[in-house]
């Protein structure tokens, strides 16, 4: 058997199937003007060889790493011709450097298998690259590469790290001495486009009201663009409703809501399982509804419901768990143990619900579910009741929150989770003035969430937590909030808040297109999600330049919650970029309501925003909606 060791490329268009659904003739026409035009030429220039042409892809092999990038820049440079349409095909490519097997004029093996999971991995237009691309490059190329965090994909063991490439002045400078880019896609993409318009024309009996309508939804479109790769739909799905406290004390609410949501967060590490987010789930605590519709609502197949038991040193928990098809129950059952033995009764139950869901654990996920955070069952109990304090949001429950945390470090100080949540405490109380030495509390928050990593740096939480301390004033570091958010998503796959935390920072770091994908991705598993994923939709939709788009869903998120003043700010640099003067006069007075004073230099000062491109774009919205300078 013949191996050895090669630069493997793989290209593919993205939403073949939608295109071929609404324009088979088109987009064919288009796949193979792109392979005859763009593709040959380019591999033939940059000495690569295509091993395989897909019907909407190929696969390509380089004895050069620094071709195979440089063919990937030319390829998706031409594909970005001045006059593509929005409806255009785009391409995704991925990029490995692996040994491979063989086979005549055929390659495979673990090389080839991870370029094309790297290639689902990238944005449309996009060029994505594994560590060994970016180790072999680096001194070889004058490029900017983006770390895009850790992904579990299909067939590959461990989360995969991925880069991608910013296809700037520099990447075009990377090309221009090598080989040229062609000339021709302006004129096959032209050509496409007219195919294109007439085919649709003729398949809709003339409807221009049906294209017009479909070209009126940015918004949609926009978050539906990177929905290609998205895997969710093949895997079960489950929502766990929040347990009723069938306690005679009623103030166990804490525990009952606890153990639901350390059972939602338990599940969500499992790669092939889609956990609903807790946000959505505790939408419908107290309510007397059908389980089925529940479900529906939900985008569930599977509901989990039950109830907690606590007296008397003893905890009893009920469960059902019911096919929102059939209405049947698929499994239930009652457990019943002292509350010394509380974990292994949360082990048991874990176990359970995954047998009845037959989803089969890998290695690592196995070893996941059986560490326990603490062994002791007084900390865990401290630690839930500070969770619930927390959630009340004011200055006297912070305060309160913080003593139980510490009583529970103080009984179990290698408890991860509980300094990841007093970090988080200090961390809030600094933000939100809660404390007369704010850059204090933000170093102290810093260094427990560091020593929550340090005790167990599998813990999606505690990376979660140092991600998001890393982002804040004064520490801005916005590099390691995206490195330590992305291995936090990559332990919890089913974590919402978590991929739209991360679409946050994405924006921030001026990467839009990736952060529309993430957003996409948490509101498929937050279907009740909060407004200010709305938010950053909008954001992420204002620096892709879609402004009606991003009015609207800066609208929804002011109208969720009135009260938040951040939405309206972006309401006015949108209204400045729209030329909808009175409407920004309204905003503009709207934050004087909320005693907010605005000017362009404060914005400037106070923004996340960290790409100086995206912040010039922002600023420029403000001054053309009259915001003053001072």
């Known amino acids: 058997m013949k191996r050895r060791l090669s630069a493997i490329v793989a290209v593919d268009m993205v939403g073949y199937s939608r295109h071929i659904r609404d324009n088979e003739a088109g987009t064919l026409h288009a796949f193979q003007r792109f392979r005859s035009e763009v593709l040959s030429p380019n591999a033939k220039a940059y000495t690569g060889r295509i091993i395989k042409l897909l019907g909407d892809g190929a696969l390509l092999e380089f004895a050069s790493v620094v071709d195979a990038v440089r063919f990937a820049i030319a390829t998706q440079l031409a594909t970005r011709a001045q006059d593509i349409g929005n409806e255009a095909p785009a391409y995704r490519i991925g990029i490995n450097i692996g040994d491979v097997v063989v086979d005549g004029d055929d390659i495979y093996g673990d090389g080839v298998n991870l370029a094309s999971r790297l290639e689902g991995l990238a944005e449309p ?40 490439i910013v296809l700037n002045e520099k990447a075009v400078a990377a090309v221009s001495d090598s080989a040229s880019v062609p000339n021709a896609p302006a004129r096959w993409w032209r050509d496409w486009r007219i195919i294109a318009a007439a085919s649709i024309l003729i398949v809709l009996g003339g409807s221009w009201w049906a294209v017009q309508d479909y070209m009126a939804r940015p918004d949609e ?8 790769a998205n895997p969710m739909a093949d895997k079960p799905s489950i929502a ?5 406290n069938r306690s005679n004390n009623g103030e166990q609410d804490y525990f009952s809501d606890g153990l639901t949501e350390d059972l939602i967060t338990d599940l969500s590490h499992i790669a092939g399982l889609t956990v609903i987010a807790r946000t959505s789930s505790f939408a419908y605590k107290g309510q007397s509804k059908d389980i089925r519709q529940i479900g529906k609502e939900l985008g569930a197949r599977y509901v989990l419901e039950g109830s907690v038991r606590r007296a008397d040193e003893r905890v009893r928990v009920n469960a059902q768990l019911t096919s929102v098809s059939t209405g049947q129950h698929v499994w239930a059952e009652r457990f019943d143990q002292p509350i010394v033995n509380l974990f292994d009764l949360q082990d048991k139950f874990r176990r359970k619900i995954i047998r009845a869901l037959q989803i089969k654990l890998s290695a690592r996920e196995e070893q996941r579910l059986a560490h326990r955070d603490t062994t002791s069952t007084e900390a865990y109990d401290l630690y839930l009741r500070a969770r619930k304090e927390e959630s009340f949001f004011t200055r006297q429950y912070n305060a309160s929150s913080r003593q139980l945390l510490e009583q529970a470090i103080k009984i179990d100080p290698t408890f991860a989770a509980a300094y990841a949540r007093l970090a988080q405490n200090l961390s809030l109380a600094a933000e939100n003035g809660w404390s007369d030495d704010p850059s204090k509390l933000a170093t102290e928050a810093l260094a427990l969430a560091k020593k929550a990593v340090e005790i167990d740096g599998e813990s999606p939480y505690a990376r979660w937590s140092l991600g998001r301390i890393y982002s804040r ?30 679409a946050s920072l994405m924006t921030a770091a001026g990467r839009s297109e990736r952060a529309l994908g993430l957003l996409e991705k948490a509101m498929r598993i937050n279907p009740h999600f909060p407004f200010w994923y709305l938010f950053e939709l909008g954001r992420a939709q204002y620096f892709l330049t879609r402004f009606e788009a991003a009015e609207a869903n800066f609208k929804k998120a002011s109208e969720r919650n009135p009260a938040v003043f951040w939405p309206r700010r972006w309401l006015i640099a949108t209204y400045g970029q729209l030329g909808q003067q009175n409407k920004a006069d309204w905003e503009i007075l709207e934050l004087e309501a909320l005693g907010q004073k605005f000017t362009v230099e404060s914005a400037k000062r106070e923004t996340a925003i960290r790409d100086a491109d995206y912040v010039k774009l922002f600023l420029s919205g403000l001054r053309k909606a009259g915001v003053p300078e001072r």
Do not use: M
């Open 240 to 244: 766990v409703l929040p347990f009723v």
């Open 473 to 502: 004033a004064p520490i801005r570091d916005l590099e390691s909030a995206i490195e330590q958010v992305s291995k936090a998503n990559a332990l919890d796959p089913n974590y919402a808040d978590g991929q739209a935390f991360l």
């Open 221 to 228: 479109r926009a978050v539906a663009s990177n929905s290609d």
């Open 125 to 164: 237009g996009g060029i994505c690259i594994s560590t060994s691309v970016v180790e072999q490059i680096k001194t070889k190329l004058d490029l900017k590469i983006n770390f895009l965090g850790e992904f579990n994909v299909k067939n590959i063991p461990q989360p995969v790290p991925a880069y991608s």
